[in-house]
């Protein structure tokens, strides 16, 4: 991969461009990760965070390039909380594991954040402007990466500090619960 931080100092312009193409590469990442053996219960988890970040690659160029329409806005901004609710479980089971596990559950922390990081970084500091006067409730319904109903309260439940509630945390139960409501098209 490319090292975003030297991107941004040496070519400061061309950081959204390198950042889609990161997305691509941790993408296909995620999507090894997924399907290999050392997966387990998180096999359909990384999949469809898989197909997410894939997603948000095109979606982030056109909302750089300020052609994005409301339901791509909002398909990002669902896409840059899946992904950093990812962050959090894969976190917390790195906490949990020991040997290889914790390895493992570390590589896909790495791999969520690094996706996180370009989503939130490109739209924060090349796109500062495209949610303004969006339509939120007509977007949403559209979104190409669509959070339903049933992962509002397992995203509530990833956006409180992992160090105090996370040893609390079903982490099977809530990436099931991810897996099945967060809708990618």
């Given at each position: 991969?490319?090292?975003?931080a030297?991107?941004a100092l040496?070519?400061p312009?061309?950081?959204p461009?390198a950042?889609q193409?990161?997305?691509?590469?941790?993408?296909?990442a995620?999507?090894?990760?997924s399907?290999?053996?050392?997966?387990g219960?998180?096999?359909?988890?990384?999949?469809r965070?898989?197909a997410?970040?894939?997603?948000a690659?095109p979606?982030?160029?056109?909302a750089?390039?300020?052609?994005?329409?409301?339901?791509q806005?909002?398909?990002?901004a669902n896409?840059e909380?899946?992904?950093?609710?990812?962050?959090?479980?894969?976190?917390e089971?790195?906490?949990?594991?020991v040997?290889r596990?914790?390895?493992?559950?570390?590589r896909?922390?790495?791999?969520?954040?690094?996706?996180?990081?370009?989503?939130?970084?490109v739209?924060r500091?090349?796109?500062?402007?495209?949610y303004?006067?969006?339509?939120w409730v007509t977007?949403?319904a559209?979104?190409?990466?669509?959070?339903l109903?049933?992962?509002?309260?397992?995203?509530?439940?990833?956006?409180?500090d992992?160090?105090?509630t996370?040893?609390?945390w079903?982490?099977?139960?809530l990436?099931?619960?991810?897996?099945?409501?967060v809708?990618?098209t």
């Amino acid at each position: 991969m490319t090292n975003a931080a030297l991107i941004a100092l040496t070519a400061p312009e061309q950081f959204p461009q390198a950042a889609q193409a990161r997305l691509a590469e941790t993408a296909a990442a995620i999507l090894g990760e997924s399907l290999s053996v050392r997966a387990g219960l998180y096999a359909a988890f990384l999949a469809r965070l898989a197909a997410v970040t894939d997603r948000a690659g095109p979606m982030l160029a056109a909302a750089v390039n300020q052609v994005a329409s409301e339901a791509q806005l909002a398909g990002l901004a669902n896409a840059e909380r899946v992904l950093r609710a990812a962050e959090s479980i894969f976190n917390e089971a790195a906490r949990r594991a020991v040997r290889r596990e914790r390895i493992y559950a570390m590589r896909r922390a790495q791999l969520t954040r690094n996706a996180w990081a370009d989503v939130a970084l490109v739209r924060r500091e090349f796109a500062e402007t495209v949610y303004l006067g969006l339509d939120w409730v007509t977007a949403q319904a559209v979104a190409p990466v669509r959070i339903l109903p049933g992962a509002e309260m397992a995203l509530l439940t990833l956006d409180q500090d992992s160090l105090v509630t996370g040893p609390a945390w079903n982490l099977p139960e809530l990436t099931a619960t991810l897996s099945r409501w967060v809708i990618v098209t």
